[in-house]
């Protein structure tokens, strides 16, 4: 795979990145392209693809874009790291275990960005051990954030070697306390020494087991393990889009074999 060294003649399609940690953050590959220019090459990815492995020379529609391309990502995993005793959320660097922080991702909304810097702040304050995979030592190995955007609802989930949190419980009080919005904390036990994300054991913390969110007219219970869309304004836009293509007569028989939280099947 080649590396960039220098940029002699750029393109009329680059961009200056909005995010400024772009070029270390593995989550992001095609910001420094024009938006238009990106949904243009995912056309041509596909129709790449369609020949490429299935033989099949088929001009692809336009891709549908969205009018804001930022801050919708419901769903965020956090890598944790500790660099002088200041605990720290964020991504590792693309091919790596290189941690780069992310507290200002572009993708989440304000609301989870000032989340991540309250938890900074308060673990850090803790003293938390966060676990370190090329030792084994340390027990907070991970956080997951999920975002309602229809009901205004956040999940945390507190991945842990341990049993024990490794923090005060009054953190958590405090924390519902200063973002009324969070309803939902679990805590997720994961003793693998491997780099796996879920243990088996998800305990209720505090507030509702679910999430609710919402894709048109319907509503949908979100857990720690659901699948859902991590754009839900494409998701609604894609699902409208596969009723109006199918053009079911209410006659026919569909099967969702791989569903999910099955929003396409219910839509």
């Known amino acids: 795979r080649g590396q960039l060294e220098e940029v002699i003649l750029a393109s009329p399609h680059r961009t200056k990145p909005l995010c400024p940690v772009y070029h270390l953050c ?23 693809a369609l020949d490429r492995i299935g033989n099949q020379k088929i001009k692809a529609l336009p891709t549908i874009g969205m ?25 590792y660097k693309a091919g790596s275990y290189d941690f780069v922080p992310a507290n200002g991702c572009v993708l989440f909304s304000l609301q989870i960005n000032r989340l ?17 995979h ?4 340390g027990n907070l190995r991970n956080i997951l954030i999920r975002e309602s955007k229809s009901a205004a609802e956040i999940m945390i989930v507190f ?18 306390r200063t973002f009324p919005q969070v309803v939902s904390i679990y805590q997720n036990i994961n003793r693998s020494p491997k780099a796996v994300l879920l243990g088996k054991d998800f305990r209720l913390l505090k507030g509702k087991s679910d999430l609710e969110d919402a894709l ?7 857990s720690p393990q659901s699948f859902f869309q991590v754009n839900a304004v ?34």
């Not at 593995?26 to 596909?46: F, P, R, S």
């Not at 090329?134 to 030592?137: A, L």
């Not at 991945?159 to 519902?176: A, H, I, M, R, S």
């Open 116 to 132: 991540v810097g309250y938890l900074e702040d308060q673990l850090s304050l803790q003293k938390v051990a966060v676990y370190d």
């Open 234 to 267: 494409q998701a609604e836009i894609l699902n409208e889009k596969v009723l109006e293509y199918a053009n079911l007569s209410g006659e026919e028989t569909v099967i969702d074999s791989y569903c999910g939280t099955a929003t396409i099947s219910i839509y």
């Open 159 to 176: 991945f842990t070697k341990e049993d024990n949190l490794g923090f005060d419980q009054n953190v958590l009080n405090d924390l519902v």
């Open 216 to 222: 048109g007219p319907f509503k949908f219970k979100i």
């Open 26 to 48: 593995g989550g992001c590959q095609l910001q420094h392209i024009a938006y238009e220019k990106q949904l243009e090459m995912k056309k041509g990815i596909v129709e790449n």
């Open 67 to 91: 009018k804001d391309p930022w801050r919708y990502r419901n769903k965020g995993y956090f890598q944790i790291n500790q660099e002088k005793g200041r605990v720290q959320l964020g991504f």
């Open 134 to 137: 090329k030792t084994g030592k």
